[in-house]
């Protein structure tokens, strides 16, 4: 395993490039983790992880909780699509396998969806944000 938030990124971004809800709105290649600002329209960013590491657990297991924002980008249909997305996005991660290569998901949370105006509204983006707080386990 490595980093537990980029493990996390990792089965988040596999589970999303895997459901068709969401590429038949945002292109595979669109969803990424990295900056923030999009070089690509529509996609799906996952940027700003922490990690928190909890403990030990049984078994020599280890616990950590992770937060990830997960950034909305649309340009084409404004609001709608970009909506639409998170919708499709939100879905996946709630369908999401509790087990990965290394890890096991006991607990995964999206306690809030922001829309936010673009700072340049003449460019016409909306931008969303998906929290994400995981609590992960993996052995070492």
């Given at each position: 395993?490595?980093e537990?938030?980029?493990?996390l990124q990792?089965?988040?971004?596999?589970t999303?490039?895997?459901?068709t809800?969401?590429?038949?709105?945002?292109?595979?290649?669109?969803?990424?983790?990295?900056?923030?600002?999009?070089?690509?329209?529509?996609?799906?960013?996952?940027s700003?992880?922490?990690t928190?590491?909890?403990?030990r657990?049984?078994?020599d297991?280890?616990?950590?909780?992770?937060?990830?924002d997960?950034?909305?980008?649309?340009?084409?249909?404004g609001?709608?699509?970009?909506?639409?997305?998170?919708?499709?996005?939100?879905?996946?991660?709630?369908?999401?396998s509790d087990?990965?290569?290394g890890?096991?998901?006991d607990?995964?949370?999206?306690?809030?969806?922001?829309?936010?105006?673009d700072?340049?509204?003449?460019?016409?983006?909306?931008?969303?944000?998906?929290?994400?707080?995981?609590?992960?386990?993996?052995?070492?």
């Amino acid at each position: 395993m490595i980093e537990p938030s980029v493990s996390l990124q990792t089965a988040l971004r596999t589970t999303l490039i895997t459901d068709t809800a969401v590429t038949a709105l945002v292109q595979p290649a669109n969803i990424r983790s990295g900056s923030t600002r999009p070089d690509k329209h529509a996609c799906v960013i996952m940027s700003g992880a922490s990690t928190e590491y909890l403990g030990r657990a049984a078994g020599d297991q280890h616990l950590a909780q992770i937060n990830l924002d997960v950034h909305i980008w649309a340009i084409e249909d404004g609001a709608d699509t970009a909506k639409a997305i998170g919708f499709a996005v939100a879905q996946a991660v709630l369908a999401m396998s509790d087990t990965h290569d290394g890890f096991e998901i006991d607990s995964l949370d999206q306690p809030r969806m922001i829309w936010l105006r673009d700072v340049q509204p003449e460019l016409s983006y909306t931008h969303g944000l998906l929290e994400i707080e995981a609590i992960i386990r993996w052995r070492v």
